[in-house]
């Protein structure tokens, strides 16, 4: 039987349309743009560094005035204890400037626990007790190198909420905390408190949230827009 060329040309026709649906159906997603590639990396790279526990103890205390936090061995229990809210503080590091070198060198420290324990439940006079006599002087100390995540992990540990930031002269152990319980930890530049810490952990948390939502919504838009083409 012959196929005249009308079925032929019919045939033909509704041949191509078919691959064309075929083709259509099995078409895939264009490649993403140049602007969505970027945008993905951002957001990769800021996941990366979500972290802020790995903030640096240097950046936390940069332009924190040393002398704030300080008084002598020799003086009153009840000026420790004045200077402590005068500065809205709950600690002081006990220091003595170092006869070889103008720093401080941390001998001990005195908290509002040392005052409370020591001093009220004793029923002793604040006024007439020296520092000396009720700081503590086992005195754990970090370095600025160290993290706020070291900081914290330590404060934990060890169950108190003020720890002094020191020059790395010192030596350190393997965690990266100093430990020197008789000769102190060295030249002091800082204080920190459990709150200062959290403070900070809060506000670069909030940071990244606030960056992450903005490189989200670029994306969607990048998204939007390739879909479209």
Not at 114 to 130: F, G, M, N, P, V
Not at 171 to 181: D, F, L
Not at 206 to 218: A, G, M, S
């Amino acid at each position: 039987m012959r196929i005249g060329p009308l079925a032929r040309s019919w045939a033909t026709r509704t041949a191509t349309r078919t691959a064309t649906r075929t083709s259509n159906t099995r078409r895939t997603a264009p490649a993403p743009s140049t602007l969505a590639r970027r945008a993905h990396s951002d957001i990769a790279a800021a996941v990366a560094e979500l972290d802020s526990w790995k903030t640096s103890i240097a950046q936390l205390i940069q332009g924190r005035p040393v002398s704030a936090f300080t008084i002598e061995p020799e003086q009153t229990v009840f000026a420790a204890v004045q200077k402590m809210v005068a500065h809205n503080t709950g600690s002081l590091a006990v220091v003595r400037v170092a006869p070889t070198e103008d720093a401080l060198q941390v001998l001990g420290i005195i908290t509002e626990r040392d005052y409370l324990r020591k001093i009220i439940t004793q029923s002793r006079a604040s006024k007439t007790t020296r520092v000396r006599d009720i700081m503590s002087e086992q005195v754990v100390c970090v370095t600025p190198q160290h993290s706020v995540g070291d900081a914290l992990l330590l404060m934990v540990e060890n169950d108190f909420r003020h720890v002094p930031v020191v020059a790395a002269a010192t030596e350190s152990s393997g965690s990266g905390v100093m430990n020197t319980p008789s000769v102190g930890c060295g030249a002091l530049l800082a204080m920190v408190s459990m709150r200062d810490l959290m403070r900070r952990v809060a506000a670069d948390h909030q940071r990244q949230i606030d960056y992450l939502t903005t490189q989200l919504r670029r994306l969607a838009e990048v998204v939007v827009d390739d879909a479209s083409q």
